[in-house]
């Protein structure tokens, strides 16, 4: 199986700036796709970034221009660097890795809590 663990979240400020990282380890094959989620409470999940094997990315519109997400293969590591935060970014965001083991499967990390104040 595979294991996330994240760290990074926290309280800061509007404008201010956090990065998040999520360390996967276990038994598995690969890595492919890597990404964050959030869930702000009384919304839906919704997808933040992602990046695949090759390093191609994709953002949502709320955060691309302020977001950066990246990875190190060699620490099966995908990180965020959150700048210039808004309160609307206050969540849990959630990293989220398809790891293929005997199948192609999506784990989920156990969500870490960004609180933006204003």
């Known amino acids: 199986q595979v294991q996330l663990v994240e760290s990074g979240g926290g309280l800061v400020q509007a404008g201010g700036s956090l990065r998040l990282s999520c360390a996967a380890s276990?038994?598995?094959?690969?890595?492919?796709?890597m990404g964050w989620h959030r869930q702000a409470p009384g919304k839906q999940r919704e997808l933040v970034a992602q990046?695949?094997?090759?390093?191609?990315?994709n953002y949502a519109d709320s955060v691309r221009g302020r977001f950066t997400i990246s990875r190190d293969n060699a620490k099966n590591t995908v990180y965020l660097q959150m700048n210039s935060l808004k309160p609307d970014d206050t969540a849990v965001y959630y990293c989220?890795?398809?790891?293929?083991?005997?199948?192609?499967?999506?784990?989920w990390g156990q969500g870490t809590q960004v609180t933006v104040s204003s």
């Open positions: 990046i695949t094997t090759g390093r191609s990315t």
């Open positions: 276990g038994t598995f094959f690969r890595i492919d796709t």
């Open positions: 989220s890795v398809q790891a293929r083991t005997t199948y192609l499967g999506t784990y």
